[in-house]
């Protein structure tokens, strides 16, 4: 990763005084992230998929919890001490293509020590549509390297583990962009693309070259003033994606656009999700019939 200092230094600047630091963690120090809640966003959702566009939502959820380091899981009894205070997304995405139904599920856990870890835990992710089921799963082992359970319907992927070496997920990028930009990997680094991406794409679970950059946003896709973009580009996949956000503590993210070349036909189309809504939620109490009314506040479908 080569990034120089006089690069990073341009990038510090175009943050508000006081706003960015490259070694304080928002969500560490922030009491908006400290308050029993979670953050709800909803956004409107334009998938590439065949050899068309389709319409769709997609529901982002950011809360913090304590996790189990050894087990990779909630830590629910505090009997084990190998805990750690987490920044936990749940991304759920549905669309539909002309008759049927698909539903994208996406779990990421990422430590908010980055000090002690690096990278995030544990990734869980699924691919639901009328042909079948696909379920990808990466667990941090050794440190460095990652463990990766990948169940799929279709003949060609089967049932599989492998195993990837020291790189970094963009799957836990959302997670490290709200903890602070410039905790973000920038310059030339070896990336796994998306679980859901891989199991749309079947691609073979890798790492890939990626050139990374964080810079000013200059587009009229998204309305805003002082946003910042984190953009990614697959050279050998044809793909990217630019991640809108605002450049000031908490960083919401404002929506993204994901360039990619259709499977079906060859063509390149654009993928975006924009934010429509945001509530900050004790969702896991909210349960009843008479708590209905924040889907319509949501405008959740």
Known sequence: MKTSIFKILFIISLFPVGGICAQINNVAVNNYWSQGKAEVNVYEVSQNRYQENHSGQLVSVFVTEDFLTDKQVKNER????NSAWILKNIQLKKFTTGVY???????????????KF????????????WCGTMYTQFNLISNTDYKVEHNSYFETEGDKTTRI??????DEVFNVLRMNPLLLPLGTIQLIPPANYIQLKHLQIQS????TSLIPYDRKEISGSNLMQYK???PQLKRSIRIVFENKAPYKIMGWFEKF???????TRTTSAILKAQKMLPYWRQNSLKDAYLRKELGLN
Not at 119 to 127: D, I, P, R, Y
Not at 165 to 170: I, T
Not at 208 to 211: E, G, N, S
Request: charged share 25%; glycine share 2%.
């Open 208 to 211: 890939y070259k990626a050139i």
């Open 261 to 267: 070349p259709s499977s079906f036909d060859g063509k």
């Open 101 to 115: 139904d698909y539903s994208l599920f996406n779990s990421v856990f990422t430590p908010i020590d980055r000090n």
């Open 232 to 234: 990614i580009v697959y």
């Open 118 to 129: 690096p990278k995030s835990l544990k990734v869980s992710a699924s691919s639901q549509e």
């Open 78 to 81: 505090y009997v084990n001490e």
């Open 165 to 170: 070496k020291k790189s970094y997920l963009e």
